[in-house]
């Protein structure tokens, strides 16, 4: 009986390890969609003398964040212009890749984190980052090779949360 | 009662100049931004000269609302036709007298011509200010006059006569008086809080590069700008070089020391709250040998202030940019409070007492006005290793800690829509229309400002004659 009850797994830690994988994932590619579309706005600001405004009209910029379609950008505008000119992406490729990854990005993080399709859709989040990451070996340098170690730990966590699938439970469609 | 200001209008003010200044707030950058006018109660303003400096001041006045610019004054068709363009493209959708304001080429055919005229903002050369401030004051009408007052001091003596005898309204454009930064360090931080101690020194400079002092025109001037030549000579120019670059000839300006070191000196006077007693300069030909105005001057001004003896060292070179550009330096015992048009050239610098009770003292005192809000530090600099620091340490002073002002001017929103700190002009304008509008007195009045110029008059003659001047009472005074 007792070497029976001890070659069982405990599935109920592998349950929590498989929807802690599953959480991590889904916060970091659901929150890095969103902040595709994140913006700043300047402003200002009186400056407070004595807890009030002061009186002599004296102001400090102060740089509000927003969200809007409007300040969509999948690739940053920086990283942009260094891929525009690698000769191994096609130049049509860019504008294309620029529209899809932060919709992908909200995509694949909101199915994974609802349990819809997980192990398509941590695949396909692989194969995302397996897509930054030859960009990032492109940009090369400090840093492209410490955003490739980066990626590299993303990686590892989704092959561990595909390893853990057996044990990941309440999920809204279990096929594939 | 109530201290504040009843509503003036237009009208009513005219005749009250004088009356409106006692007791009012010396600074009111937000009232014209409240005050909607409605077209009817619009002050009628002149513009008097559109070369750079007036574009210069069209750039603020444009921003203010409840202003007319009924005419445009300029001996040149190119710059009168800048100055009515550019009012025009802000009148055209207004329902204004005349939407795009009358040209004229003599201020006298103006002011006999024009009526309704509230105000002129002279931006003419130098040797101009005084007849065309004295003739604007003498038509009733309130003025705002570039500095530095007259390229003579009996010229500035006249503009403050004529303000007196007219009881009109006469600021000169000494634009840092009106500036919140400066506001707010003279009467918070030296006078309210002493944070400086004793100021035993001050030290301001202006260095402005070869290339930004170099003369404007040449042989490619464009024939667009050209000014015909017996209209020249009747104004005062011999050619075109003296129109374009009046500020390099004896009898159409002071000269650097006037055109830039007069803003600076001007800050001395103030912040000392008195007048030297005197000045010892010395300047050269030094680079600029065809120039009738040195190229560099250094004056050093002796003042007798309530706290003691200050000495300050002014600079003016018209061939570097080094040492950070323009700045004025108040060292006192306990702090050294460095001004700037710029704000991130200014800085506060607070000493270290070797006695450990005076450190305590004036860390508390410091942190506490960091908490309230009236100082911001900034992150201490990292220091550098010295190799033999062993046999320097003994003569070295401690590194002083860096502090700034908690903020700068007001913002505003630019054409483009984009966020911007108001030009740094705008403020001593909005302040010399809140006092036309009675709401205001006058940051730098005529009077105020021909006391704080006077002593400026005589660097040039102690340089030429390499002469210590000792002020006498009459040679400051109107």
Request: hydrophobic residues 40%.
């Amino acid at each position: 009986m007792n070497t029976e009850t001890e070659s069982k797994p405990d599935t109920l830690a592998l349950t929590f390890a498989a929807w802690l994988c599953r959480l991590w994932l889904a916060v970091r590619a659901l929150q890095t969609g969103i902040e595709k579309f994140a913006g700043t706005e300047k402003a200002s600001a009186d400056v407070m003398i004595d807890g009030a405004p002061n009186s002599y009209g004296m102001e400090v910029e102060t740089v509000d964040k927003f969200y809007a379609l409007s300040n969509y950008h999948g690739v940053p505008p920086s990283m942009a212009e260094t891929f525009s000119k690698e000769p191994l992406i096609p130049g049509f490729f860019l504008p294309i890749y620029d529209k899809v990854l932060g919709p992908a990005l909200l995509v694949l993080g909101l199915t994974i984190l609802l349990g819809v399709a997980s192990r398509t859709s941590l695949f396909l989040l692989g194969v995302l980052y397996v897509s930054l990451t030859w960009g990032l070996i492109l940009i090369g340098g400090q840093q492209g090779n410490s955003g490739v170690a980066w990626l590299a730990a993303h990686m590892i966590l989704i092959v561990w949360a595909l390893y853990l699938a057996p044990y990941n439970k309440l999920c809204l469609l279990k096929k594939w | 009662m109530s201290m504040q200001p009843s509503p003036i209008t237009r009208r009513r003010f005219i005749g009250s100049t004088t009356a409106t200044g006692a007791g009012l707030a010396l600074a009111a950058p937000g009232i014209l931004k409240a005050a909607t006018q409605a077209e009817g109660d619009l002050i009628h303003v002149a513009i008097v000269g559109y070369g750079k400096q007036g574009e210069v001041l069209f750039n603020c006045l444009k921003n203010i609302p409840g202003l007319y610019f009924q005419a445009v004054c300029d001996i040149s068709d190119y710059n009168l036709q800048r100055g009515v363009g550019a009012a025009y493209s802000i009148q055209r959708n207004r329902s204004v007298p005349n939407q795009r304001p009358n040209r004229y080429t003599d201020i006298d055919e103006m002011l006999a011509t024009e009526k309704g005229l509230d105000a002129a903002i002279i931006a003419t050369p130098d040797f101009w200010h005084s007849p065309h401030t004295v003739k604007c004051l003498d038509a009733g009408l309130a003025v705002y006059c570039e500095k530095m007052m007259s390229n003579t001091i009996e010229g500035a003596r006249d503009m403050v006569r004529a303000a007196e005898r007219n009881d009109k309204l006469c600021q000169i454009g000494h634009q840092r008086r009106s500036n919140p930064r400066y506001l707010f360090t003279y009467e918070q931080l030296i006078k309210k809080h002493n944070l400086c101690g004793q100021i035993v020194n001050a030290n301001a400079q202006w260095n402005r590069s070869l290339s930004a002092s170099q003369p404007i025109g040449g042989e490619d001037i464009s024939p667009k700008i050209i000014v015909p030549q017996d209209k020249l000579q009747k104004y005062g120019f011999e050619n075109m070089d003296q129109f374009l670059n009046w500020r390099f000839y004896r009898d159409l300006s002071g000269g650097p020391i006037s055109d830039l070191g007069a803003h600076q000196i001007d800050i001395f006077n103030w912040f000392l709250g008195t007048q030297p007693k005197a000045v010892y300069a010395t300047g050269g030909h030094s680079y600029f040998k065809e120039r009738e105005h040195f190229d560099n001057v250094m004056a050093c001004f002796d003042y007798d202030t309530p706290q003691g003896e200050v000495r300050a060292f002014y600079q003016v070179l018209t061939t570097t940019s080094a040492g950070g550009g323009f700045w004025e330096s108040f060292m006192g015992t306990e702090a050294n409070i460095r001004t700037a048009e710029i704000a991130a050239t200014s800085a506060i610098y607070r000493e270290t007492p070797s006695d450990e009770k005076e450190l305590e003292a004036m860390e508390k005192k410091w942190d506490d006005l960091v908490r309230r809000g009236y100082l911001r530090m900034k992150p201490a600099a990292p220091r550098p290793q010295a190799a033999s620091a062993g046999a320097v340490e003994v003569y070295e002073s401690a590194a002083p800690e860096e502090y700034d002002l908690p903020g700068g001017l007001p913002y505003i929103r630019d054409n483009k829509g984009q966020l911007v700190p108001k030009p740094a002009h705008q403020p001593h304008l909005e302040n010399f229309f809140a006092a036309l509008r009675g709401e205001a007195k006058l940051n730098c009045d005529a009077r105020h400002a021909f006391e704080s110029e006077a002593p400026i008059f005589y660097v040039n003659p102690s340089a030429l004659q390499k002469e210590r001047i000792e002020f006498t009472k009459e040679q400051l005074s109107v």
